[in-house]
């Protein structure tokens, strides 16, 4: 069974090759993220309206966790999302984090857990929270230490099979966690954090991993979790200083540059934003219009990082 899962990776590998960046092409390049949801204190009918304005705004994907909301968040959207809402959305949720939680009274301590087992009954409670047949997208949460790459390659080909997800992307691994998986399952997406804040990860290896298998990676926290606006320390300051300079000069705001700066890279970043607030996600678009000038990408990096480029 590995073996046969190994050479349909390696099929999809010549796609790759001839048709360039597949990966994500039905998501929306900047995806709603529903971890703060229930901070947002929306009474179903508010929720749907946002979901709906959402779509309207072109930004149809919506990136859940099964633990977002302490194991609630899910199981609120789904009950906003009508059966014409599901046919327009793409819907994305992750597994594979044990908390401790009143909600799940078996974990004694937190932990991770990429069994087969886990896996798939973790989708089955996700269909059922969102209320719908399908995940569009299933992401591994973390890196598991005890991760069994033959078996986690096991449980996404027979969720495949099944039809009840249709797509598979892990989330803040390193590039040899993502090498392991993906030479045994073709993953389509590696979620981590990056932002003007917080820009290791264009400086680890992994997007050079990311363009060289042509697999988009997606940003979590693309506004570090508005910390951007807090100006609570010099750093930060700095970054917001330089985006507020560039606001005239593109019209825009310093949270459309913000995005706009992770759109430029190559490696074809979708950000995934967190505000419950529709006038945000209307900024937000503008993003994907803005083009940044080479020079000023880089003072936004020199901001973040303090010193010039060597
Ligand atoms: P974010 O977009 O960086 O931050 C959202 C926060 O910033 C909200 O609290 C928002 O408040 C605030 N904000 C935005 N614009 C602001 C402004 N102009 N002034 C003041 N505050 C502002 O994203 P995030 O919520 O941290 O994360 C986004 C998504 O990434 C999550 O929902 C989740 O789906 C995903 N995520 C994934 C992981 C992972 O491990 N894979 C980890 C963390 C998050 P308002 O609501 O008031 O606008």
């Not at 048709?19 to 009474?43: A, H, M, N, P």
Request: net charge neutral; with cysteine.
């Amino acid at each position: 069974r590995a073996h046969n899962i190994c050479l349909n990776s390696r099929n999809l590998w010549w796609h790759y090759l001839f048709y360039g960046i597949l990966t994500l092409e039905k998501f929306s390049r900047i995806v709603v993220g529903c971890w703060r949801l229930l901070d947002w204190q929306k009474s179903t009918e508010e929720l749907q309206r946002y979901i709906s304005d959402a779509v309207d705004l072109g930004l149809t994907s919506f990136d859940h966790a099964d633990i977002y909301g302490d194991y609630q968040c899910e199981a609120a959207f789904g009950q906003a999302l009508t059966p014409v809402l599901r046919e327009k959305v793409q819907l994305i949720t992750k597994c594979g984090i044990g908390l401790v939680s009143s909600a799940r009274p078996a974990h004694r301590i937190k932990h991770y857990n990429l069994s087969k087992s886990h896996i798939v009954s973790s989708v089955e409670q996700s269909l059922t929270n969102l209320r719908t047949d399908r995940i569009d997208l299933l992401m591994l949460h973390r890196p598991d230490p005890l991760m069994d790459a033959d078996e986690v390659a096991d449980a996404f080909e027979s969720l495949r099979k099944s039809g009840k997800v249709l797509e598979f992307g892990v989330s803040n691994f390193s590039s040899r966690e993502f090498e392991l998986l993906n030479d045994r399952f073709p993953l389509s997406t590696n979620q981590l954090e990056i932002s003007v804040v917080q820009p290791d990860a264009l400086f680890s290896g992994i997007m050079e991993l990311m363009q060289q298998l042509r697999v988009a990676p997606m940003a979590w926290s693309p506004l570090a979790g508005g910390r951007l606006f807090a100006n609570d320390n010099e750093r930060l300051q700095s970054v917001h200083d330089t985006l507020t300079s560039l606001s005239a000069t593109y019209s825009a705001t310093v949270s459309s540059i913000a995005l706009a700066w992770l759109i430029k890279h190559p490696a074809r970043i979708y950000p995934v934003v967190g505000s419950g607030k529709t006038d945000r996600l209307r900024e937000y678009v503008r993003a994907m219009d803005i083009q940044l000038s080479r020079q000023d990408w880089f003072a936004i990096l020199r901001a973040s990082r303090g010193v010039d480029v060597a």
